[in-house]
């Protein structure tokens, strides 16, 4: 166990955050807001310091092996929640450190959960901290550091930290070398984002808003800077958020098939069609079940369900209506969509179209050998054949999904919230979802809940963002042994 290189990812962490964090600072002064600005420079030299540990401890070896590589990520992750919530904290804008805590690690996972019981009251600066917390965390913090500063030498020390950060049942090398793989995925993420940008200001939303909206698309967050998220937006805006949301959704080397033009492999990648196939039938059910609220507006009814099945299942969060009042029905199919997700390989949560797909074919093939015993049933997506490691481990992680999902659900019972809160509360925290139903609903806030039950929410964030596994051996002594 190279420890020394598991504290040299958590010191460039350190000075990661401490440079992401000056443009919400310098936005802090602009707007006069002293405590907020005191609040991040505060943060900003503290990260500073810490990030200056790496000069007493001299690396020999360099190269992230996979033990390093999973623990590295998990501590990585825990340490950015823990220094991003000092400028709420320092400020004074969120007083109790859990909270502060809680609403970081919301937002580095792409969660969009909120303790905030009034969006609209806190200062400039910290909100657009807050959701840029969303775009860094949407693509993975450490992978784009490797992939612009290298630090582990050998050529699958890449390779270990995507394996932990990036979602999905197993890591798209777009080119043969990773770290130019890692460049071609957060380029084609800026310039979506930009995209996204341009077209909002064109419908006449104002910059910061923009800004932020966008950073919370991107990420698949949904930290909305309005009470009431996007329903004060015009139906242009709406619209461009859920084609945007979407986007998102889908697997990056997907739009990097696109720029090459390789229109068969796009056709054949079965999980998109699953996808998108999941999203118009859903739309569709929810638009005919909601039509009478909106008194038979079909075009309403429409967007409204679009808006709301692409924030969904993409793991966004954002809401243009408040989807509690709506019918159990349609509240059930988007209670599914969360738990399902958005693509392998997108910054979308939830368990993953991919897994689904996956899940299915290994049960078609378990029918099959049991009615042929002899036979030799293969499964294969996309064309290609996929190995029997991967199928375990994905039979493995549905199974660590459902223990946790259910403790946390035992925890969260304590607070005597009502069964739709405590089970929606758990699933929304560990898809990385944003909104749940009842007393979490898209208008409401986990502010409500005590401190132990956030710091389990806070947990189940984690471990969705992470996709279990690393987060885990953290706590497996054997591990943390020298090899």
Not at 44 to 66: N, Q
Not at 359 to 373: H, V
Not at 438 to 465: E, I, N, Q, T, Y
Request: some cysteine.
């Amino acid at each position: 166990m190279n420890y020394r290189m598991i504290l040299r990812l958590v010191c460039y962490i350190f000075r990661v955050e401490a440079v992401c964090l000056l443009p919400s600072f310098f936005i802090s002064l602009f707007s006069g807001e002293e405590a907020a600005a005191f609040g991040q420079g505060a943060s900003m030299a503290l990260c500073a310091a810490l990030s200056l540990v790496t000069c007493l401890f001299p690396l020999k070896e360099r190269e992230i092996g996979a033990r390093e590589g999973f623990l590295g990520v998990a501590l990585c992750w825990v340490v950015v929640s823990l220094a991003g919530g000092l400028p709420f904290f320092f400020s004074g804008a969120i007083p109790n450190f859990i909270d502060c805590f809680f609403e970081t690690v919301s937002g580095f996972t792409t969660t969009g959960s909120s303790i905030l019981t009034d969006v609209e009251a806190m200062p400039k600066g910290l909100l657009y901290w807050r959701s840029f917390t969303h775009w860094l965390g949407g693509m993975g913090v450490l992978v784009f550091l490797l992939a612009v500063v290298p630090m582990g030498r050998g050529r699958n020390s890449l390779l270990h930290v995507m394996r932990a950060e990036s979602p999905g049942p197993q890591v798209d090398k777009l080119v043969p070398t990773l770290q130019k793989s890692a460049k071609i995925l957060y380029t084609i993420y800026i310039c979506l984002t930009v995209v996204q940008i341009l077209l909002l200001l064109a419908g006449g939303m104002p910059l910061f808003d923009s800004l932020t909206i966008s950073f919370g698309t991107a990420g698949t967050g949904g930290f909305a800077i309005k009470n009431d998220s996007m329903a004060g937006y015009s139906p242009y805006l709406q619209n461009v958020c859920t084609v945007f949301m979407a986007l998102f959704g889908i697997n990056f080397s997907v739009f990097y098939l696109i720029l090459l033009r390789q229109w068969k492999r796009v056709c054949r990648n079965e999980e998109l069609w699953l996808y998108l196939g999941i999203m118009a039938l859903a739309t569709g059910l929810i638009a005919w079940d909601i039509l009478p609220q909106y008194s038979g507006d079909l075009g309403v009814s429409l967007r409204h369900a679009a808006f709301q099945v692409s924030s969904i299942m993409t793991t966004t969060g954002f809401a243009t209506t408040d989807f509690n009042l709506w019918p159990p029905f349609s509240k059930m199919i988007l209670v599914g969509l969360m738990i399902v997700g958005a693509c392998a390989g997108s910054t979308g949560g939830g368990i993953k179209c991919a897994r689904v797909l996956l899940l299915g074919k290994a049960g078609r093939r378990t029918i099959k050998r049991m009615l042929r015993p002899r036979s030799v049933v293969q499964v294969h997506m996309d064309g290609q054949l996929v190995d029997d490691q991967v199928i375990q481990n994905t039979f493995a992680y549905l199974a660590f999904y459902c223990m946790i999902a259910l403790g946390s659900m035992l925890v969260i019972a304590f607070d005597e919230y009502s069964l739709e809160t405590s089970i929606t509360a758990v699933l929304t925290c560990l898809n990385n979802v944003g909104p749940g139903l009842d007393a979490v609903g898209p208008m409401s806030h986990f502010s409500h809940f005590s401190w132990f039950s956030k710091l389990v929410l806070s947990f189940d964030m984690l471990l969705g963002r992470l996709e279990i596994f690393p987060l885990l051996m953290v706590f497996v002594p054997a591990a943390w042994r020298r090899s």
